[in-house]
């Protein structure tokens, strides 16, 4: 296999924090990825800076990296976070959503009621959020929100998971009425339902425990 780049290993470890497939708390080996990819610890050193700056990862200095885990007050805390800023950078976003933006979130409601396979359900679900902010500016605001998704990747999916996401007429209705609001520039209607969407989360996993032992 031909050594990779730094954003090729970084781009792997996303996808396979962001699927599950390596879960919070799992310690990342430097020796181990650079055998896995065929490469020398300094590109993985970069990747796993890059992973950091998004969130993905937890790095402590002369210890190792671990995929970030939240404890449960940082993930109510986060979800508190997320409730406040998401509706300002829908805000933001909506009045400059093009036609082809507006029509593909109108495909991903439609295609996320779908949905029978979990992974299928919160790639959709993410592509769904993220696109309806992409009419935002790129600054601070963004990038924040993007890095806290991140970070939270985890819980949706045990969200997901603990409200059958297949058979939840909630978060359906909650997707159309945010996609409502984009397609009549009706800001405040697209930020309640958001914000309604993400408390909803919050609720759920502050009465599920377990999911943080």
């Excluded at 055998?35 to 993985?44: A, K, M, N, T, Y």
């Excluded at 200095?61 to 885990?69: E, I, L, T």
């Amino acid at each position: 296999m031909a050594p990779s780049s730094p954003s090729r290993v970084a781009a792997v470890l996303r996808e396979e924090i962001l699927n599950g497939t390596l879960a919070p708390g799992d310690r990342l080996s430097q020796e181990d990825i650079a055998e896995r990819f065929g490469v020398s610890r300094q590109p993985v050193r970069d990747a796993l800076r890059q992973l950091e700056g998004d969130g993905l990862i937890t790095m402590v200095a002369n210890a190792g990296a671990w995929v970030s885990k939240l404890s449960e007050s940082d993930c109510y805390e986060a979800y508190q976070v997320r409730e406040r800023l998401e509706p300002l950078l829908l805000s933001h976003s909506i009045p400059n959503l093009t036609a082809v933006q507006i029509q593909r979130l109108t495909e991903l409601v439609a295609e996320i009621e779908e949905a029978t396979d979990l992974e299928q359900f919160l790639r959709l679900d993410r592509e769904f959020h993220l696109l309806s902010y992409a009419g935002a500016e790129p600054g601070m605001l963004r990038e924040f929100v993007e890095r806290i998704w991140n970070t939270t990747q985890h819980y949706r999916r045990a969200f997901a998971k603990l409200s059958g996401f297949a058979t939840s007429d909630v978060t359906h209705m909650e997707h159309k009425l945010i996609l409502d609001g984009i397609v009549r520039q009706d800001s405040p209607q697209a930020e309640k339902a958001l914000e309604g969407h993400i408390r909803r989360t919050r609720v759920t996993l502050a009465e599920h425990k377990e999911i943080f032992s």
